[in-house]
């Protein structure tokens, strides 16, 4: 029993990954700054903007990265999703 | 201001074709809406692509699309934090939300408070929730008003008086009857709308505005040189960085605590419909990312000295800043759609956040305190005529009372909802909170986070917190929930063994 909860805590590794949008986010003097300007744009906005896409980059990594497990073991699945039925798009 | 002709016919117009989508809706996914799961979650069944729209549609509200960009316009820098906010909200949705989905489904609670009602055992629990959930949502309602009021000032309508009010309590007469009518299904068929809308404008703005005004350098080196950056800290206080940080964060950690929030991801079809989505939203940010700049593309523009916006400046403030920058950069017909994308992108998130109430209300406290007997059909009735109800209501509140109040009452209801973030993190993962701890947590999270606020004379939400002799200015919502989880913490292990004894002592 405790041997299998391990491993399910253990599935969950790849979202240690979003530690990083947190610290880049939260350590604000690392962005405060005009140089490099790119088009026009300062550091500081642009940097911000472009973290935009860096983060949800990371959160489809993650997806990606936690489904293959999952298809892998789709026994440690159970218990955690009480039901999944794959979403209908639209 | 002289009325708009072709903007106002473009604006009228698609606001009808809105109008009649929304009673359409009722019959969209055709199913019995005399039962609330269907009226008010939309039977739980929008896939990936409908829960985008409606999440974006709900999160990045009118208010949003004119208050971002005049905070950035008024105060530079600081008014950014909108964007470090939306993107720390994506791993949040992704780790906590599918889960909370998959025991919401399966133990059919529609409200959050339903969920901690069942979770920790506790009905005055649940009663917090409800109370916390419908009190910060109301001014949240009335905010979506002041959205629409702008542009539709914008427009040239006369501002005075019963008359001038009247576009506006048209709007929610309609809003309110196919709320009524198609519940949920009304504003995540609208949104579909509103959301092109918003991507047209956005797109137009971020391309046609800099070429008029000579490119992003020029806009940029148009900005005072003191609003470009945060001010650096100097001293024993933080300043501006702590400000930064812990209002991202604390509005980030609040967002989905929200009725409305909570409502969309409720209403999804599966968890991974919510995880993908977690991805999936960014797009929204970096639309809200380029909306911030319109606040700098207004100061370039120098639309706030211009003699033709004087009035609306004075009338609305800051908040005019981007209204006055589409009238100058547009033509008529382009501000018609503009304006349109704006009101009903009011129309959508009040809706949800009437439909949220109206849950709320039937479900935890009609339900549980006054007729626990009403059939599902009687539940489903009350909460339509309850979202009636929430609408006049913020009505009346904007009409009624100075906007500066809205305002501040918003800012309230950001550190009263985060106050619910302890049980509702803590309930995925254990029961092993005691809930009166959980309750003692939420009432002081509340008082010390309302008493930082009252300290700031109710207009800032920031707070001077003294630490060891440094000053970290921050977010009142972000230190108070830290209270609030660590009394629930301490107070967890001596109440339960509290509890053990008297009912050991009680029994024979």
Known sequence: MTREKTRNWLRYWPRLLFIIPFIAMLWVPSYNRIEPVLGGIPFFYWYQLGWILLGAAIVLLVHMIETRITQVTESSRKGLEVTDVPGDIL | ?508
């Open chain 2, 1 to 508: 201001m002289t009325l708009d002709r072709t903007a106002t016919i473009i604006f009228v117009a698609l606001f009808l074709f809105v109008t009649w989508l929304g009673f359409v809706a009722a019959r969209w996914r055709k199913a019995d809406l005399n039962l609330l799961h269907e009226w008010g979650l939309g039977g739980r069944r929008f896939g990936t692509m409908v829960t985008w729209f409606l999440l974006g549609g709900d999160l990045y509200t009118a208010y949003t699309f004119i208050a971002v960009p005049a905070l950035v316009f008024g105060k530079g820098a600081m008014g950014f934090f909108a964007v470090p906010y939306t993107i720390l909200i994506y791993p949040l949705l992704y780790m906590v939300f599918p889960r909370l989905w998959a025991i919401a489904h399966q133990r059919g609670h529609v409200t959050a408070a339903d969920y901690v009602r069942d979770r920790f055992g506790s009905r005055m629990l649940a009663l917090a929730f409800a109370l916390t959930g419908i009190v910060a949502t109301m001014p949240y309602i009335a905010l979506q008003l002041v959205g629409m009021e702008v542009v539709i000032g914008a427009l040239g309508f006369p501002a005075e008086g019963f008359v001038g009010h009247l576009p506006l309590i048209i709007a929610f007469i309609i809003l309110a009857a196919f709320t009524y009518t198609s519940g949920l299904r009304a504003p995540a068929l609208i949104a579909i709308v509103k959301d092109t809308l918003i991507f047209v404008t956005v797109f137009a703005a971020v391309v046609i505005i800099p070429a008029k005004l000579g490119g992003y350098g020029a806009i940029f080196a148009s900005v005072p040189k003191e609003k470009l950056l945060l001010v650096p800290p100097s001293g024993e206080s933080l300043g501006a960085y702590s400000s930064y940080a812990t209002l991202a964060l604390g509005s980030a950690l609040a967002l989905f605590l929200y009725p409305h929030a909570m409502t969309g991801i409720l209403s999804a079809s599966s968890g991974s419909v919510i995880r993908r989505n977690a991805a999936l939203l960014a797009v929204y940010s970096f639309i809200l990312g380029l909306i911030a700049l319109l606040g700098y593309m207004a100061i370039a523009a120098g639309v706030d000295t211009d003699p033709a916006y004087a009035a609306g400046f004075a009338r609305y403030g800051p908040n005019f800043a981007v209204p006055a920058l589409f009238l100058a950069s547009f033509p008529s017909w382009f501000v018609g759609i503009a304006f349109a994308a704006i009101a009903i992108g009011a129309l959508v998130p009040a809706a949800i956040m009437s439909i949220a109430c109206a849950n709320l209300f039937t479900r935890n406290l009609y339900k549980e305190f006054i007729r626990p007997d009403c059939s599902d059909a009687d539940e489903a009735r009350m909460a339509k005529i309850v979202s009636l109800v929430v609408k006049i209501g913020a009505v009346v509140f904007i009409l009624a009372i100075p906007q500066a109040y809205a305002i501040q009452l918003q800012l309230l209801g950001g550190i009263w909802i985060i106050q619910l973030l302890p049980p509702i993190l803590l309930g995925l993962y254990t029961r092993s909170f005691n809930a009166r701890a959980l309750l003692i947590g939420w009432a002081a999270g509340t008082a010390v986070g309302t008493y930082m606020a009252a300290t700031q004379g109710f207009v800032s939400s920031l707070y001077p917190l003294e630490i060891f002799g440094v000053t970290l200015p921050g977010y009142a919502a972000l230190y108070s929930v830290v209270i609030n989880f660590l009394l629930a913490a301490a107070l967890s292990p001596p109440l339960d063994l509290m509890a053990r004894r008297r009912a050991a002592s009680t029994a024979p």
